[in-house]
């Protein structure tokens, strides 16, 4: 799901070490392509970065971590170790494992938003 206005102004900077209109633009072009798990693991991954909850009531909303599936705020040491566990496939739940795309979609998007060691994980039309 692409991220509304109110999704954009809850991004804490701290979260995010890319520039913000760029990271906003991946998230909003992996919300609005046809869904496929890499780009599903990009989005979710963006979302949970965002520290934006789910609208659902499910876990009171709280957008759960893309790898381990915690339901915990992101922030610098949370978004840490869950880069830290997608490095190795074996932390990923077997569940999302399988899911083609995923595991590869989580660790683009960590290591450009979060390490700045890739670069974006889907092409954004300038704007």
């Known amino acids: 799901m692409a991220p509304t206005a109110a999704d954009a102004a ?3 900077g701290e979260n995010v070490r890319v520039p913000r ?3 906003l633009a991946v998230w909003d072009a992996a919300g609005r392509r046809e869904a496929d798990g890499y780009t ?3 989005a979710q991954t963006c979302r949970w970065l965002a520290a934006v909850p789910m609208r659902t009531a499910l876990c009171g909303g709280q957008a759960r971590s893309p790898v381990t599936l915690r339901a915990c705020v992101a922030q610098p040491a949370t978004i840490e170790a869950e880069w830290r566990a997608a490095q190795d496939r074996d932390r990923f739940l077997p569940d999302l494992a399988a899911r083609p795309g995923w595991c590869e979609g989580v660790r683009a998007t960590l290591a450009w938003a979060w ?3 890739g670069p974006p994980p889907l092409e954004v039309a300038p704007g």
């Open 10 to 12: 809850r991004l804490r």
């Open 21 to 23: 209109a760029e990271f």
């Open 40 to 42: 599903e693991a990009v």
């Open 115 to 117: 390490d700045r060691s």
